[in-house]
Nanobody, 121 residues
Framework: QVQLVESGGGLVQPGGSLRLSCAASGSIFSLYTMGWYRQAPGKQRELVGSINSIGSINVVDSVKGRFTISRDNAKKTTYLQMNSLKPEDTAVYIC???????????????WGQGTQVTVSS
């Protein structure tokens, strides 16, 4: 139903900035809550933040003040702006699209393939 493709990952120095993009296709993008997750090798996937269908943003405490999320419904794209990056931010960053499925009475989640972010000097 929805395909998600992340881009923008790479190698950055501590204190640097990076903006990740997640482009969606095959769905009514504006109806979805878009989320960003991350997963480091050997660790559990964790939520970074989300932005809902009307633009309300929430990020977890560990990145609050450094990261923010935005969306462009015309481009069917959501962004994760990362500033003041730390080595512990190193992970694969994964895009998520969530919408309530009224027919099956459950949340419907779609996931991207992930993009690698490495913070190192």
């Amino acid at each position: 139903q929805v395909q998600l493709v992340e881009s923008g990952g790479g190698l950055v120095q501590p204190g640097g900035s990076l903006r990740l993009s997640c482009a969606a296709s095959g769905s009514i993008f504006s109806l979805y809550t878009m989320g960003w997750y991350r997963q480091a090798p050997g660790k559990q996937r964790e939520l970074v933040g989300s932005i809902n269908s009307i633009g309300s943003i929430n990020v977890v405490d560990s990145v609050k003040g450094r990261f923010t999320i935005s969306r462009d419904n015309a481009k069917k794209t959501t962004y994760l702006q990362m500033n003041s990056l730390k080595p512990e931010d190193t992970a694969v960053y994964i895009c998520n699209a969530r919408r309530y499925d009224s027919i099956r009475s459950r949340m419907n989640d779609s996931w991207g393939q992930g993009t690698q972010v490495t913070v190192s000097s």
